[in-house]
């Protein structure tokens, strides 16, 4: 598939984990791909592998909290393939805080890397768009929730609505779109888990598996193309169906029961 041939797309936080994932995707469909983030080696490598791979990639380093390197960042990816037609806003941290305990700090942290960097990259990239899309990495945690993940559930829950509200702003030129991802193993979330609780968070899926960032790449390669031409507004699940079970101690056992009766 050829989806992105002719196309330019920036993927922010994509130097490691699902950004990775996405730029990788994205540049084998056709796309010439910006890699950003802080960390210029794993950048250059990541664009370095595409490349040899046949595709087309640059890295450009940005600080995602820092206003004027959006801005940079935007504006040499337009310099250095001619336009841009596809933004995916992916660059992301948390804090493990409760909202009695958070600091300010923490506020900051979050709320300019995960929320503001994507209104302020999207903002940039929007004047350069004649028409494409933008694709908003959320989480499942914008739906429901675990204690000390504030604010970091607070701004997922904000991108979904900061999702509609350039959906109606941008539109008809530019969709925009939201992927909610579930537990996707990468080295920050799976690297040195514990094989007995890695196997029961499996088992609490009804997919039986953890996501991938080639999952997500695939949710965030669709809602970026035309495929999804009539799809603006919308958040996409990509969890394998975490979010649908209520009482997750019964999934385990009523999976062996159901295979037991094969
Ligand atoms: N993995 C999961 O289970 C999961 C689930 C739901 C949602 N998500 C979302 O998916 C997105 C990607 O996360 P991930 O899991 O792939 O995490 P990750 O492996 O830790 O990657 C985070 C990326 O964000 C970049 N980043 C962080 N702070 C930055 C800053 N100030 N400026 C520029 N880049 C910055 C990092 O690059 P540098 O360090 O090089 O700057 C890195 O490329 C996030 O929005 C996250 O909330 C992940």
Same mark, same amino acid.
């Given at each position: 598939m050829e989806r992105f041939a002719d196309r330019t797309a920036l993927v922010t &936080? %994509?130097?490691?984990g699902i950004g990775a994932g996405v730029a990788r995707r994205l540049a084998a469909e056709g796309a010439s791909v910006v890699v950003t983030g802080r960390t210029r080696e794993a950048g250059e490598a990541v664009a370095g592998e595409i490349s040899e791979a046949g595709g087309e990639a640059a890295f450009v380093r940005a600080d995602m909290r820092e206003p004027d390197d959006i801005a940079t960042l935007v504006d040499a990816a337009v310099e250095r393939f001619g336009g841009l037609d596809v933004l995916v806003n992916n660059a992301g941290v948390e804090t493990n805080t409760a909202a009695d305990e958070a600091t300010e700090d923490d506020w900051d942290f979050v709320v300019e890397t995960d929320f503001r960097s994507y209104w302020l990259c999207a903002r940039r990239a929007v004047r350069h768009m004649d028409d494409g899309a933008i694709v908003n990495v959320s989480s499942n945690h914008a739906r429901l929730t675990m204690p000390e993940m504030f604010p970091y559930n607070a701004v997922k829950a904000g991108i979904d609505g900061m999702t509609r509200a350039m959906a109606l702003d941008f539109g008809p030129r530019v969709r925009v779109n939201t992927v909610n991802p579930g537990w996707v193993a990468i080295d920050r979330t799976? &690297? *040195?888990? =514990?094989p007995d609780y890695r196997e029961h968070l499996e088992s609490i899926h009804p997919t039986g598996r953890l996501g991938t960032p080639a999952d997500v790449a695939g949710a965030v390669a669709f809602l970026a %193309? *035309? =495929?999804?031409?009539?799809?603006? &507004?919308a958040s996409l699940l990509v969890d394998g169906g975490r979010t649908a079970v209520m009482q997750d101690d019964a999934l385990p056992d009523y999976r062996a029961r159901r295979e037991g009766e094969r």
């Open positions: &936080g %994509s130097t490691r799976t &690297g *040195d888990m =514990d %193309s *035309d =495929d999804a031409a009539f799809v603006t &507004g």
